[in-house]
């Protein structure tokens, strides 16, 4: 190598390093400084896509409506189901953003945690109430008396099916099961297995969004008593459900079908997209998925049948927007909140979004409840479980998941493998 | 005669080895090409379906447009460069330090170095945040690039490796004609290291240009982002854009290559000390 | 020139010793030199990992959830760890990987850097094509495995299908979820490969022309010249193989969304402690599992180290 060819790199390598500390110093500067002078709002959000437009829709009418304050939105991954590395960060750095999109899930994990402002205050002040929500939207925004979010979003889950393999088999596509023993009937129908490998299989229980909450309320299960703190894990009908579910699991091979859907809980590689599998549970985001994957496909969605074929329920997670602990602007901040969970910012939202509001009214104004399948989606929700706002939510929905896999797989019965998560979560809670 | 044509043999049965295991390592580059390439319907077909019909070379243009490609391309590349830069600077010569010269402390340091790596970043992720928060580097790019100039562990450990396997002949000639110590390293030694000083720094190039949490918890203004944070842009609740999402993987692995491709040659003749000599 | 290959493993075996006791004498001499050619990386150490570890061993004697700080608790996380089902499954997990995990990437790696050592026609291409899988995306990585191993069309079932055997349901399966990772974390190889391409590269060209003289086969050049130079660097990617087998996360996380599934035997070590860290707000309970596993691959390493003076032969000796 060249001695004095390399001095000269050193050297020109030593200047552009300078520069660049100079310019990010000064961008340090500038960057700092904003949310000092003018009303800044600063909102961290994860949403692309139509979401992304919305969220976009939203602050531009905001802030319209209130020219002293300015949002600045910024999009930040990984935000949100479980997955909050950058916000976490930040809170215990001590410079939050104002406004934080939120998933509701975990509302009740971070207010225990000190993290998030409650709203109580405001929102008797401004009048916003319980009854302006879907009582389990409000539930979830909630954590020992306080609110803590305001709801901006929800979601539903029931069952799909494939109207032509209805057909196909001979079952009437407009009828779809309402009781288990249907839900059994039909599926044996329309499984092809050639050899000892499925062609296609009718249906999975704990495929896409059919999560064990789901079954478990099904059943007339419960999970959680607010009042007393007692977690029901091993609830007599979550038994049976699981029960239910293994047996399920049994008749087709358990390692047979998860070979066929793949690790993957749901997603990437959608069986139901490509004709594989006749019937599953999804959200009605699934629904999106659809329209964009598999545009032609004719399929129906039903309320997830029940044992008795009535009593029809699901359960609604969804997001919301909170602020966090030690945020500069919470005035400005709340204004924001009031106006994106207010009937107004609601409609813009949803309507670009095509997430479903917490507001029953705004549901039914921007004509949910007349196309065919979202309506199913919107007349269930009256009837909607919100999952236990308690501190321990993840390791509750973990340990479940877990719960399904072992006893499904053969791995210690259902009774034994509820009565272990009860334990572990009712542990958790105790520490 | 004979070993001749045993070695002819020999070489091709090498190469028919090479042709038949590069089919297996072209797969999941293929792939992820072909899904760049295919309209968002064809991505679940079943069963799979490898050549994109009709190919949608559209992916490329969109992409670059749902999210700000160029810019997130030009601050990937200046955060790269950098950080590579510095692990190309201090590595070699601390490496150096702990092959070829004796000091007091000098295998506790080695072991420390070693030790360092043991802790997952998990747990110190949060710490390290904390201190960089404190002198006021968040929310810039120098989280990402200052610590390489004061090394890396994989790096530093990795020249040693090199250098511990050099003469220490050529060293002591040049001692005896009364060269400095940093002249040997600068003059002698590094040049002999060559390859492997390519080697760190492609390996540093490659894992600063896909870092993903680096960017995500130190960069806070959009204008910074990074290309693999821009990736995360195409997943969404609804379903992820796939063909998108791999135009902009591919686009993203073509400077690595092209890196790849230059530097392997240096690979290709071993070193020769006669010239030296 | 038979003088040269002994020459060589003069180096390498005996000369260690002497040239050892020779250097001691000098090193006062040159430790000033030694400390200021390391002064980077010791500033480097205490500035940006020093703070951050002796947090961590704080963190894992204390409750400490991120949000907020807690309180100090002696070692209940460790007592509380050695009766957590799924820490000592995730143990297993994580041993399982790793047993197979790093043998098989040394002798693959070094068996394909050999072959990428020749001098064939086109060979720059060859070597681009095995660098590639490292390049792409985890999450396209892990769709397209799902894909290849699925049991109904997978392409991996199809192949054993036309030879008559009937494949397992890969990922599907308790028993096959594993190997099915291992056969997938092989695929991007490339790493340790081009670091063994860069050791074959500073192998002396004229130990092969000595070796040459002698008539040594290729077998015998493989292994009295090739191997025992290339040990260095071999044990390089033992070293980091291992560390790396036990941090394994990205892959089987994203591939079963943080999820360990099936039945939690894809529920690695640090895939467990990240949960308990961000997810169930237990940054000291993670803290304590990241210094037991601390402990662990200490532990490993220091064998590897030890056993090191055996079977590593550094020319500079």
């Known amino acids: 190598m060249n001695n004095t060819k390399l001095n000269k790199l050193i050297l020109s390598i030593g200047l552009l390093m300078v520069s660049v500390l100079v310019a990010c110093s000064s961008d340090e500067e500038s960057g700092g400084s904003s949310s000092g002078d003018a009303n800044t709002v600063e909102v961290w959000h994860s949403m692309t896509d139509t979401s992304g437009e919305a969220i976009e829709q939203v602050i531009e009418e905001f802030e319209q409506q209130n020219p002293d304050i300015k949002i600045e939105a910024t999009y930040v991954a990984n935000q949100g189901e479980g997955q909050n590395e950058k916000l976490l960060t930040a809170i215990a750095g001590g410079n939050p953003p104002d406004v934080a999109y939120f998933d509701r899930f975990e509302v009740a994990a971070w207010a225990a945690q000190g993290s998030l402002e409650p709203l109580t205050e405001l929102a008797e002040q401004d009048g916003i109430t319980e009854d302006n929500y879907y009582g389990f939207a409000w539930e979830e925004a909630s954590f020992e008396d306080d609110l803590y979010a305001i709801p901006t979003t929800t979601d539903s889950r029931l069952l799909f099916y494939n109207k032509d393999h209805f057909e196909e088999v001979g079952l009437d596509p407009e009828n779809p099961p309402t009781t288990l023993d249907e839900l059994e009937a039909a599926a044996e129908k329309l499984t092809i297995k050639e050899g000892n490998r499925f062609e296609r299989i009718g249906f999975i229980p704990w495929y896409g969004q059919g999560w064990f909450y789901g079954w478990g309320w099904s059943f007339g299960g419960d999970f959680y008593d607010p009042e007393s703190g007692e977690v029901t894990a091993d609830h007599p009908q979550?038994?049976?459900?699981?029960?239910?579910?293994?047996?399920?699991?049994?008749?087709?091979?358990?390692?047979?079908?998860?070979?066929?859907?793949?690790?993957?809980?749901?997603?990437?590689?959608?069986?139901?997209?490509?004709?594989?599998?006749?019937?599953?549970?999804?959200g009605n985001f699934g629904v999106a998925s659809l329209e964009k994957f598999a545009p032609d496909l004719n399929y129906g969605v039903t309320p997830i049948p029940t044992p008795t074929g009535d009593n029809f329920t699901t359960w609604s997670g969804g997001w919301s927007v909170v602020i966090p602990k030690g945020a500069n602007n919470q005035d400005g901040a709340w204004e924001f909140l009031k106006?994106?969970?207010?009937?107004?910012?609601?409609?813009?939202?949803?309507?670009?979004?095509?997430?479903?509001?917490?507001?029953?009214?705004?549901?039914?104004?921007?004509?949910?409840?007349?196309?065919?399948?979202?309506?199913?989606?919107?007349?269930?929700?009256?009837?909607?479980?919100?999952?236990?706002?308690?501190?321990?939510?993840?390791?509750?929905?973990?340990?479940?998941?877990?719960?399904?896999?072992?006893?499904?797989?053969?791995?210690?019965?259902?009774?034994?493998?509820?009565?272990?998560?009860?334990?572990?979560?009712?542990?958790?809670?105790?520490? | 005669?004979?070993?001749?044509?045993?070695?002819?043999?020999?070489?091709?049965?090498?190469?028919?080895?090479?042709?038949?295991?590069?089919?297996?390592?072209?797969?999941?580059?293929?792939?992820?090409?072909?899904?760049?390439?295919?309209?968002?319907?064809?991505?679940?077909?079943?069963?799979?379906?490898?050549?994109?019909?009709?190919?949608?070379?559209?992916?490329?243009?969109?992409?670059?447009?749902?999210?700000?490609?160029?810019?997130?391309?030009?601050?990937?590349?200046?955060?790269?460069?950098?950080?590579?830069?510095?692990?190309?600077?201090?590595?070699?010569?601390?490496?150096?330090?702990?092959?070829?010269?004796?000091?007091?402390?000098?295998?506790?340091?080695?072991?420390?170095?070693?030790?360092?790596?043991?802790?997952?970043?998990?747990v110190t992720m949060i710490p390290?945040?904390?201190?960089?928060?404190?002198?006021?580097?968040?929310?810039?790019?120098?989280?990402?690039?200052?610590?390489?100039?004061?090394?890396?562990?994989?790096?530093?450990?990795?020249?040693?490796?090199?250098?511990?396997?050099?003469?220490?002949?050529?060293?002591?000639?040049?001692?005896?004609?009364?060269?400095?110590?940093?002249?040997?390293?600068?003059?002698?030694?590094?040049?002999?290291?060559?390859?492997?000083?390519?080697?760190?720094?492609?390996?540093?190039?490659?894992?600063?240009?896909?870092?993903?949490?680096?960017?995500?918890?130190?960069?806070?203004?959009?204008?910074?982002?990074?290309?693999?944070?821009?990736?995360?842009?195409?997943?969404?609740?609804?379903?992820?854009?796939?063909?998108?999402?791999?135009?902009?993987?591919?686009?993203?692995?073509?400077?690595?290559?092209?890196?790849?491709?230059?530097m392997q040659r240096t690979f290709i003749q071993g070193i020769t000390f006669s010239g030296i000599k | 020139m038979k003088n040269k290959m002994n020459q060589a493993n003069h180096f390498s075996a005996?000369?260690?010793?002497?040239?050892?006791?020779?250097?001691?004498?000098?090193?006062?001499?040159?430790?000033?030199?030694?400390?200021?050619?390391?002064?980077?990386?010791?500033?480097?150490?205490?500035?940006?990992?020093?703070?951050?570890?002796?947090?961590?061993?704080?963190?894992?004697?204390?409750?400490?959830?991120?949000?907020?700080?807690?309180?100090?608790?002696?070692?209940?996380?460790?007592?509380?760890?050695?009766?957590?089902?799924?820490?000592?499954?995730?143990?297993?997990?994580?041993?399982?990987?790793a047993v197979f995990f790093v043998p098989l990437s040394i002798i693959i790696g070094v068996a394909l850097a050999m072959m990428l050592n020749m001098k064939v026609k086109g060979m720059a291409v060859y070597r681009t094509i095995f660098f590639l899988p490292t390049l792409v995306p985890h999450v396209a990585l892990a769709v397209l495995w799902m894909w290849l191993l699925n049991p109904g069309f997978g392409l991996v079932n199809g192949v054993l299908d036309a030879i008559g055997i009937t494949g397992p349901n890969w990922l599907g399966s308790v028993t096959w979820s594993k190997p099915s990772l291992i056969l997938m974390s092989l695929w991007a190889i490339g790493q340790p490969v081009i670091i063994y391409l860069a050791g074959l590269g500073d192998i002396p060209q004229e130990l092969y022309e000595a070796a040459d003289v002698d008539g040594a086969s290729w077998l015998?050049?493989?292994?009295?010249?090739?191997?025992?130079?290339?040990?260095?660097?071999?044990?390089?990617?033992?070293?980091?193989?291992?560390?790396?087998?036990?941090?394994?996360?990205?892959?089987?996380?994203?591939?079963?969304?943080?999820?360990?599934?099936?039945?939690?035997?894809?529920?690695?070590?640090?895939?467990?402690?990240?949960?308990?860290?961000?997810?169930?707000?237990?940054?000291?309970?993670?803290?304590?599992?990241?210094?037991?596993?601390?402990?662990?691959?200490?532990?490993?390493?220091a064998v590897i180290f030890l056993s090191s003076r055996r079977w590593v032969h550094y020319q500079g000796r």
Request: aromatic content about 16%; overall charge negative; some cysteine.
């Open chain 2, 128 to 262: 390290l945040f904390l201190l960089f928060n404190k002198i006021g580097w968040v929310g810039t790019p120098l989280p990402l690039i200052v610590p390489a100039f004061f090394g890396v562990p994989f790096s530093i450990f990795l020249m040693r490796q090199f250098f511990m396997g050099l003469p220490n002949t050529l060293r002591d000639a040049a001692k005896i004609d009364g060269a400095s110590e940093f002249r040997i390293y600068w003059q002698i030694m590094l040049p002999l290291a060559k390859p492997a000083v390519l080697a760190v720094g492609l390996f540093q190039f490659m894992n600063v240009w896909t870092d993903f949490i680096g960017p995500l918890l130190y960069l806070t203004n959009e204008s910074q982002y990074t290309l693999s944070l821009g990736l995360q842009q195409f997943q969404s609740q609804k379903g992820t854009e796939w063909g998108l999402m791999m135009a902009v993987s591919t686009m993203m692995t073509v400077p690595i290559i092209v890196l790849f491709f230059f």
């Open chain 2, 1 to 122: 005669m004979q070993p001749k044509v045993k070695h002819n043999l020999l070489r091709t049965f090498a190469h028919l080895g090479l042709l038949i295991a590069s089919a297996f390592f072209l797969v999941p580059f293929l792939w992820m090409v072909s899904t760049s390439l295919k309209p968002v319907t064809q991505i679940f077909t079943y069963p799979p379906e490898f050549i994109p019909n009709p190919f949608q070379w559209s992916n490329y243009i969109e992409a670059t447009e749902y999210i700000p490609f160029f810019t997130y391309l030009s601050n990937t590349t200046i955060i790269t460069v950098f950080s590579t830069i510095g692990v190309v600077l201090s590595c070699p010569l601390v490496a150096y330090s702990f092959a070829k010269l004796e000091w007091k402390g000098r295998n506790t340091m080695f072991i420390i170095t070693i030790a360092v790596m043991m802790i997952p970043m998990q």
């Open chain 3, 14 to 97: 005996t000369a260690g010793i002497q040239s050892e006791m020779k250097r001691k004498s000098k090193i006062a001499g040159s430790s000033l030199n030694g400390w200021l050619f390391a002064l980077p990386w010791v500033i480097g150490l205490i500035l940006f990992y020093a703070f951050p570890l002796f947090s961590s061993i704080y963190f894992s004697f204390t409750t400490y959830s991120i949000l907020s700080p807690g309180e100090f608790i002696g070692l209940a996380n460790y007592k509380q760890l050695m009766n957590d089902g799924l820490f000592w499954q995730s143990i297993y997990n994580t041993i399982y990987f």
């Open chain 1, 238 to 282: 979550n038994v049976e459900a699981l029960e239910w579910m293994t047996e399920f699991g049994q008749e087709y091979g358990v390692e047979d079908i998860a070979g066929f859907t793949d690790s993957q809980g749901s997603g990437a590689m959608d069986p139901f997209v490509s004709g594989q599998l006749s019937m599953k549970i999804d």
């Open chain 1, 339 to 431: 106006f994106f969970g207010s009937e107004e910012g609601q409609r813009i939202f949803s309507e670009t979004s095509r997430d479903f509001s917490v507001i029953e009214s705004v549901n039914e104004s921007l004509g949910y409840t007349e196309d065919p399948v979202f309506a199913e989606f919107i007349n269930i929700l009256p009837e909607s479980n919100a999952r236990p706002v308690m501190t321990e939510g993840s390791l509750y929905w973990n340990a479940l998941a877990d719960a399904v896999e072992a006893s499904t797989r053969g791995n210690g019965t259902p009774q034994e493998n509820l009565e272990k998560v009860t334990q572990q979560v009712t542990e958790a809670l105790g520490e």
């Open chain 3, 220 to 301: 015998q050049k493989t292994f009295k010249v090739t191997l025992p130079l290339l040990t260095p660097v071999i044990f390089f990617n033992l070293v980091m193989g291992a560390i790396g087998a036990f941090q394994q996360f990205t892959l089987p996380y994203t591939m079963t969304q943080g999820q360990g599934t099936p039945d939690n035997s894809l529920t690695f070590y640090v895939m467990y402690l990240y949960d308990n860290a961000f997810k169930y707000f237990k940054m000291g309970y993670a803290s304590a599992m990241a210094w037991i596993l601390f402990i662990v691959i200490m532990l490993l390493t």
